[in-house]
């Protein structure tokens, strides 16, 4: 058996045949055939790999069976892995000398059983992919102080089972500070806490087609191949919109049952829903009996103007509005929220379950008095300095070395979109690549069935880098954009 | 018994005497006495109440005391909770038209679907239901200092995207306990935190059949309905063991791919698996190429023998050995673990995802801390002791009231299982619920597809009351037992 994935090795710029051949079942003949490509240098350190589903497709083999390659790849450290950038070859990984034939030997990480490398442990030299906050900037002492307050005040109750809405300390500093800051319309029983924008997918959408709300889904023609496969996975049918220069364009939404946007900041391209546009799919939603899931997942980060509301504040009967702290405060505290419409509270915690099986009850408490003494407030607001300065170096940076290069999507958000030349996306990704800077290419984010044209772009994700390695940055970026 | 919180009062600006009189202990007193104080308008809504700390001290109450009270009210809606505000009473609280005797009613919460109350909310007087640990224990302030200490320490890296294995320094403590303490061989990288038991058995089985084992799955005839439900919508098909006075008849084990026991201390009838059953089922578990999936839910609390060791150690590639702080801790964490033979780790971690979407990477590292720094065996050997009396007390409370009643399963846990005499088991449940008692009889534990002699008998969780409560429990408990 020997197969091939050029089709999809060529839109992600590499030139590549798979063999599938030998002992063990596909997925051992995919391990080895992958394992032997990194260690040739066929796939580059910083390669990143095509989704499951379409080397699934490409091989003829399940998407599990990708998946276990893949995370099999991942734990023995040839790969590297995070949510939203998708699977890369590691950094570091030594090609076989001239004349080896041997094994292939993982790279040996210093001090580490040889298995399981962490997430980003052999990163990138420069990471501007999207979706991380500045780890290093967590407001460890506030919080810390917070989570010791929190729990000196909490009944004994607390540490008992949690009720699957969230703790309602959580839900009533939650209400009080969405409704002062976003602009939703929220009461504290309307709200579920959650572990994060993807559990919050999976409560409404289920899996096998047994969630609160039913398919096809109407999502933007750009988002996360993430949530897309998520949904899939879940059973639902997702109907791309097209996009233009006012967000997705709403008026080719027909019969979906619901629809995914990100209103505040497009998710990647970066504009905000036009005004008229987000009246538009209230009326549509009232028309059709649908409803709208709003993504807000970086509406506290707006530069220049006044922020952006939440679009449930317009009908809070038909939004589906959803938050969490992992691009305000850290991916790792597993806490998110959803603000539901009166009908669909008891469906979203029937599917929850009787008791929290999920999120930490005494994070919810910590995050409530986070809340409540303000400094969340203050640790947003710090935040939103430093990443307006990294935007800014971003946007001067370019303007000196590469000024024929557009930068859109800047006026909010974490991240930026650099508008290519035609054609130039795929060999600009590739470039960065080799030079160690992980980015990805808009047509990483496209749905697969859209029929829009495919503009060239780099997602520019700004936040991730330490504040002392930013410069070094965007320097290697600068060097891998196309000459004009 | 008349007290007063005058001088409280007088510092919040309201002239009000409490009465704590009538039946039920101090606790019940007071909710009693508060309940009618905002019923009757004399705590106007919006009022805000005096902190535990005062309120206890003017009553001469336990601060818990008060704690729950109010904790109590603010489930039934009467009172309203908020870190920095304080406890208040809620709005729109409807005072009673003159001349009401009837028993006041909470108020309903706006806008909200009436559904199924949380748990515990509008709980019974005394829970005796099994499953969770005395709530008013957990170790506040020792947790609190883990968890400041581990984010100090804490590299930067562990606030960006977690690592879907858990933390490896959580990994390592881990290992090192299980080993030292249930006799768990494993290492960190057979190791991936999870959620809580429910979540590793979704990350096994999977939903619509997708997951890491296949059914169909051999259980032991009683066990939790819960776990029976996620199993089904997963679509795996469970087929009963009959249980005996040496646990599981895994003699009756024929073509299942995997069995899930309970081998240290059988749930819910309270034996251990019998040595030489344990050594059977890791025979037949070879000989099929089959897996043991080992719920180690208790095994911390282990009374008079030398505990039992975890089934893993007697072969790390045929069991995956799965354990929580749900008992021994707390359920509001939700973390739990899964040592996995090497085979599954890949497969496991591919269920669970790219990167961490579960498990608070904070408090991961704070148990690690917890682990490492002794403060987990401490509460451990705490509670050990504090459950023990309670056990003791369990027993001495029978031998005195109920003499005819055999006790059953005591060896270890958290539940001991009354033998009832044959045909009285759903009129005692039935008077339990009618006298404030919440337990369960063992038909709400039964396999429906068992044929074994289904015997009589309750299951009294002893752990969950807080400690000034047990008492009563305990005579409400022989009040509703059938007389000899």
């Known amino acids: 058996m020997v197969e091939s994935w050029v089709n999809s090795a060529e839109r992600i710029g590499v030139?590549?045949?798979?063999?599938?051949?030998?002992?063990?079942?596909?997925?051992?003949?995919?391990?080895?055939?992958?394992?032997?490509?990194?260690?040739?240098?066929?796939?580059?350190?910083?390669?990143?790999?095509?989704?499951?589903?379409?080397?699934?497709?490409?091989?003829?083999?399940?998407?599990?069976?990708?998946?276990?390659?893949?995370?099999?790849?991942?734990?023995?450290?040839w790969l590297t892995a995070r949510q939203g950038s998708g699977t890369r070859v590691a950094m570091g990984v030594p090609s076989a000398p001239p004349g080896q034939r041997g094994r292939a030997q993982p790279p040996r990480r210093p001090g580490r059983v040889p298995r399981k490398a962490p997430v980003r442990a052999h990163g990138p030299r420069h990471d501007l992919t999207q979706g991380t906050p500045d780890a290093s900037a967590f407001p460890r002492t506030a919080w810390s102080a917070a989570y010791r307050r929190a729990l000196q005040a909490a009944p004994s109750e607390a540490f008992g089972p949690g009720d699957p809405a969230g703790r309602r300390e959580l839900r009533e500093a939650l209400s009080e500070y969405l409704a002062r800051a976003r602009g939703v319309r929220s009461e504290p029983d309307r709200i579920v806490v959650c572990s994060g924008f993807a559990h919050a997918l999976r409560l409404l959408f289920g899996q096998g087609g047994g969630g609160v709300l039913r398919g096809p889904l109407a999502v933007e023609a750009y988002g996360l191949g993430f949530h897309r496969e998520l949904l899939a996975t879940a059973g639902v049918r997702t109907v791309p919109l097209p996009l233009d220069e006012h967000g997705a364009r709403v008026d080719a939404l027909g019969r979906e049952r619901a629809v995914?946007?990100?209103?505040?900041?497009?998710?990647?391209?970066?504009?905000?829903?036009?005004?008229?546009?987000?009246?538009?799919?209230?009326?549509?939603?009232?028309?059709?009996?649908?409803?709208?899931?709003?993504?807000?997942?970086?509406?506290?980060?707006?530069?220049?103007?006044?922020?952006?509301?939440?679009?449930?504040?317009?009908?809070?009967?038909?939004?589906?509005?959803?938050?969490?702290?992992?691009?305000?405060?850290?991916?790792?505290?597993?806490?998110?929220?959803?603000?539901?419409?009166?009908?669909?509270?008891?469906p979203v915690l029937a599917a929850k379950g009787e008791r929290e099986a999920w999120a930490s009850v005494l994070d919810q408490l910590a995050l409530a008095d986070f809340l409540v003494s303000g400094s969340y407030d203050r640790h947003v607001r710090r935040m939103r300095q430093c990443y307006r300065r990294r935007r800014d170096r971003l946007v001067a940076a370019l303007a000196a070395h590469a000024p024929h290069i557009e930068v859109t999507g800047i006026a909010a958000g974490l991240h930026a979109v650099l508008r290519l030349p035609p054609g130039t996306e795929r060999s600009a990704v590739k470039a960065a690549a080799w030079q160690g800077v992980a980015l990805d290419g808009l047509a990483a984010f496209r749905h697969p069935g859209t029929q829009m044209p495919a503009p060239d772009g780099l997602v520019v994700g700004y936040a991730t880098p330490p504040e002392h390695a930013y410069g070094a940055a965007l320097e290697a970026l600068c060097e891998v954009l196309p000459p004009a």
Chains 1, 2 share one sequence.
């Open 260 to 346: 995914l946007l990100t209103p505040a900041h497009q998710f990647p391209t970066g504009g905000p829903l036009h005004p008229e546009r987000r009246a538009a799919v209230i009326d549509w939603a009232r028309a059709r009996e649908a409803v709208v899931v709003e993504d807000d997942y970086d509406g506290e980060f707006r530069y220049d103007r006044r922020p952006v509301g939440a679009l449930q504040g317009l009908d809070p009967e038909r939004v589906i509005h959803i938050g969490s702290v992992s691009k305000s405060l850290s991916p790792a505290l597993r806490l998110g929220w959803m603000v539901l419409p009166e009908r669909h509270v008891g």
């Open 15 to 77: 030139d590549l045949h798979l063999e599938l051949s030998g002992p063990g079942g596909r997925r051992a003949a995919l391990i080895r055939a992958l394992r032997e490509a990194v260690r040739s240098g066929r796939l580059a350190p910083g390669t990143r790999l095509p989704p499951y589903r379409s080397l699934a497709a490409d091989l003829g083999v399940a998407r599990n069976t990708v998946a276990d390659a893949y995370a099999e790849l991942v734990a023995e450290g």
